[in-house]
């Protein structure tokens, strides 16, 4: 399968900071990005993606980066809030298929 | 929009029992849905593409007569574990995407099935 991971495991932020979640996928034929945010006992919820003609796109307080010359993508996330606190994958496939592959996923704990 | 909804939330059943979950896209249709296992603190693992119409295509290492895939309309696919014992213990997910759209569309996720083998 694909090989896409992350470099922390977990990460720990105070409220207020800014979060940055990396994420390292191997297969230079992936075309499209997903970050995604779980919550105990529930499925994924879609943050934001990434096609890969783009290397930065923003969302609501989000921001993903996309170098495609590391092969690395990253999320950052402003002024976290308690909310906030879930496991975040990224995820991508190939221009040649459907499936979606999933990183290993970083915990993101944010401290009141 | 764009919501997949899963049932049953959580089973509980013997050693033996074949168990059935259900992925249905409410408010889109769906040519294609996954069905995803995960373990506690892991990341997702894809199993299986649900195709509509047609066989699913399951991922190396899945046992197809073990997980058995129907996806009989645009909107419901169904993840059936045969016989189940208790190393097939998982949080299943089931994902979906949007048909009639070009290019690349995010999945979109059912809240899972916490299956329990006794």
């Known amino acids: 399968g694909e090989s896409v991971g992350l470099h922390l495991p977990t990460l720990s932020v105070q409220e207020g900071d800014n979060s940055i979640i990396n994420c390292a996928y191997s297969?230079?034929?992936?075309?499209?990005f997903i970050w995604y945010k779980q919550e105990s006992g529930k499925g994924p919820q879609f943050i934001i993606d990434i096609r890969s003609n783009m290397d930065k796109r923003q969302g609501q307080r989000v921001t993903v980066l996309l170098n495609k010359t590391v092969k690395h993508l990253s999320l950052q996330i402003a002024a976290t809030q308690p909310g906030d606190s879930a496991v975040y994958f990224c995820a991508e496939t190939p221009n040649t298929g459907n499936q979606f592959y999933f990183g290993t996923g970083t915990s993101l704990t944010v401290i009141p | 929009g764009a919501v997949v909804s899963q049932h049953p939330s959580w089973v509980i059943c013997k050693s033996g029992t074949s168990v059935k979950i259900e992925c249905r896209s409410l408010d889109f249709q769906a040519t294609t849905m996954f069905w995803y296992r995960q373990f506690p603190k892991q990341s997702l693992m894809l199993m299986a593409t649900?195709?509509?119409?047609?066989?699913?295509t399951y991922e190396q290492g899945v046992e197809k007569d073990k997980f058995l895939i129907n996806h009989a309309s645009l909107t419901l696919s169904t993840l059936t574990v045969t016989s189940a014992h208790p190393e097939d213990s998982s949080f299943y997910i089931c994902?979906?995407?949007?048909w009639g759209w070009g290019g690349n569309q995010p999945q979109h996720f059912g809240d899972g099935t916490r299956l329990s083998i006794l």
């Open positions: 297969n230079s034929a992936s075309d499209y």
């Open positions: 649900s195709n509509e119409g047609s066989k699913a």
């Open positions: 994902s979906a995407r949007e």
